[in-house]
């Protein structure tokens, strides 16, 4: 018999605390804290019994909070996207509580594909796949190589980087060429220093809380900024109309309907080019700094994989497609982000009442589902904490199973993107230095919308001497709560 939503189980208020100190411990500590909330209640429960404030939705005003674990309910919840929605990515900043003209600037920058639902939703993503397909990144190809090997030429042998700042600095670069047509090195470098500066305070708790549209109040600062990049992007709009440009920009822009008519208004090709930078940039930075970090601390998988390059490239610059031949490092990549998705978490909200587990859900309610549980799962991998590329030589997960860029319609757009770039990366930066981590680092989780090594990634950049045991072993911090180091 389905059970009402009050009886689903979850943790009691805390005393004196209430919600707040349930909410509290899950943003201290996400990871653990969810798989205790799990062990203790099963693979369905709310945050705290009686409803909490909307964690994920904020603007949506209903009490309940839900997590479902495992591939089962994945698959419920991904497959079933007229019943659960997603929401806007800016999360507790975008403007539906409380809309005014400074405010509205928000919903235009994080909304994009994120904010929209059901028929609509499938109408944009059609118009905007062409950007993706795999044409066009045979032309964003070149690209790509000349902004790499720029940066990678200006490293010095023996220096010590910090290699998640670097990977940040990359794919922003990248992403300022292919998607808005901008040289980094010329025009881009403002744009560049605009986009990182609001991305910062996108994702700055200090905004978040306290949002306070008053002179010297971050909140304030990331409002002027908003506006800056608004008005920027609708200049470069304007440059790029009627312009036979190759970016994604140009392309949104000469994009038609069925009827000849513009596909896109400029606020929704600002919504989707915006979206596209915060949903692809820290992402894929973050994938590519784990990739190096997990690689340094495994010789004979940095050795292997040097191999594969030796044999199969040598000295080349890889052709657009020599680089699936590059199978170890695909299955490197693939299980770094097995290991460390990238996006630990997503969450969706009810649009029309549904059973789920046995529980009658309401409109309103939200649920939270775990990348990264899901891939620790050891029902489904073989000793989940051990970082074993050669594992994907046997195994063949359901996309349920393995889900860094997630699953079904809304599945990440922007995957081929990605899966070009990154190995990319990693193989021009390998084929030309052995990058060896700082003795001693302490290496941090942190836990939000992505997974990032929170003090950066300090590391040697080396010539590639073959010597992978340097920098490897006594690594301190979280990270060995997930990685078995
Ligand atoms: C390693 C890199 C990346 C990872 C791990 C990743 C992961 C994800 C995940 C998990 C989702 C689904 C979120 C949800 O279900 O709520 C998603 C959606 C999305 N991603 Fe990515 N992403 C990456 C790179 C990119 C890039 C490079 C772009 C664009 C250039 C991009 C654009 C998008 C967009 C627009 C969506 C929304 C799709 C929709 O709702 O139809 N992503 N991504």
């Not at 539906?96 to 944009?124: C, P």
């Not at 397909?133 to 010590?160: A, F, T, V």
């Amino acid at each position: 018999m389905t059970k009402s939503i009050e009886q689903i189980p979850a943790p009691a208020p805390m005393p004196l605390f209430g919600w707040r100190g349930t909410l509290w411990q899950l943003f201290s500590d996400p990871l653990n804290y969810l798989q205790k909330l799990r062990q203790q209640h099963g693979d369905v429960f709310a945050f705290v019994r009686g409803g909490n404030p909307p964690i994920f939705f904020p603007a949506n005003g209903r009490p309940h909070t839900l997590m479902a674990f495992g591939a089962e309910f994945n698959r419920q919840l991904l497959s079933n996207s007229d019943v659960f929605y997603s929401g806007p990515l800016l999360g507790p900043m975008h403007p539906m509580g409380e809309v005014n003209a400074r405010r509205s600037v928000l919903k235009r920058l994080g909304t994009g594909l994120f904010g929209v639902n059901g028929i609509e939703h499938r109408r944009q993503r059609r118009l905007v796949m062409p950007a993706f397909h795999k044409q066009k990144l045979g032309e964003y190809y070149q690209d790509m190589i000349r902004i790499i090997q720029w940066n990678l030429d200006s490293w010095k042998l023996n220096e010590q980087r910090d290699i998640w700042n670097d990977m940040m600095n990359i794919t922003l670069q990248v992403a300022a060429q292919c998607l808005f047509g901008l040289d980094i090195r010329r025009e881009g470098q403002a744009f560049g220093d605009l986009i990182q500066e609001w991305l910062h305070h996108a994702t700055s708790p200090q905004t978040v809380s306290l949002q306070i549209d008053l002179p010297g109040f971050p909140y304030h600062r990331f409002l002027n900024l908003s506006h800056k990049l608004d008005t920027t992007i609708r200049e470069l709009i304007q440059q790029r109309r009627n312009a036979e440009g190759q970016d994604v920009l140009s392309l949104l822009l000469n994009s038609r309907d069925e009827n000849g008519n513009p596909a896109f208004t400029d606020d929704e090709i600002i919504g989707h080019s915006v979206i596209f930078i915060i949903a692809g940039h820290e992402t894929s930075s973050n994938a590519l700094a784990w990739t190096f970090f997990l690689l340094s601390q495994h010789p004979q998988v940095m050795k292997n994989l040097r191999l594969e390059l030796d044999e199969k490239l040598g000295s080349q610059t890889p052709a657009y497609d020599s680089l699936k031949q590059l199978t170890y490092l695909d299955n490197i990549v693939k299980e770094s982000m097995r290991i460390l998705p990238p996006v630990p978490m997503s969450a969706r909200v009810v649009a029309s009442p549904i059973e789920l587990g046995g529980y009658l859900l309401p409109i309103g309610t939200e649920i939270g589902f775990s990348h990264f549980h899901t891939h620790h799962d050891s029902s489904i991998y073989q000793d989940p904490e051990t970082f074993n590329p050669s594992r994907w030589q046997h195994i063949n997960p359901s996309a349920h199973e393995y889900m860094p860029f997630s699953a079904g319609i809304r599945a990440c757009i922007g995957m081929p993107f990605a899966l070009m770039e990154i190995p990319l990366i990693l193989a021009l930066t390998l084929q030309r230095y052995r990058l060896e981590l700082v003795p001693n680092s302490k290496i941090d989780l942190n836990v939000g919308i992505t997974i990032s090594p929170k003090h950066g990634l300090s590391m040697f950049i080396r010539p590639a001497d073959g010597n992978y045991e340097a920098g490897a072993g006594n690594v301190k911090g979280t990270i060995r709560n997930v990685v078995n180091l």
